[in-house]
Nanobody, 117 residues
Framework: DVQLQASGGGLVQAGGSLRLSCAAS????????IGWFRQAPGKERERVSC?????????GYKDSVKGRFTISRDNGKNMVYLQMSSLKPEDTAVYYC?????????WGQGTLVTVSS
């Protein structure tokens, strides 16, 4: 079975940091680009960051998180991480990881990040 298990969310004060993790299993992880998405209450899901497959030399970030968030992956462990620093209240959302390859998309359950002001 395909699984994407996100973890690491929690409550943090503005200016703080969190590290999200996404554990993948059940598919050829190396072949898939991985993205982190988030959905705040009453808003649409948006892509926060992504990292390309295999040697993953390509990363992308939503403008509002550039310089604050860093995505990385460990293909040996089938893991993807999102290091979040200088968190702001507007970063509050449920964060999801996504695996994408051509027409295939796999989603995990989300992890809630709450940033207090």
């Amino acid at each position: 079975d395909v699984q994407l298990q996100a973890s690491g969310g929690g409550l943090v004060q503005a200016g703080g940091s969190l590290r999200l993790s996404c554990a993948a299993s059940g598919f050829n992880f190396d072949d898939y680009a991985i993205g982190w998405f988030r959905q705040a209450p009453g808003k649409e899901r948006e892509r926060v960051s992504c990292i390309s497959s295999h040697e993953s030399i390509t990363t992308g970030y939503k403008d509002s998180v550039k310089g604050r968030f860093t995505i990385s992956r460990d293909n040996g462990k089938n893991m993807v991480y999102l290091q979040m620093s200088s968190l702001k209240p507007e970063d509050t959302a449920v964060y999801y990881c996504n695996a994408h390859l051509r027409q295939r998309d796999y989603w995990g359950q989300g992890t809630l990040v709450t940033v207090s002001s």
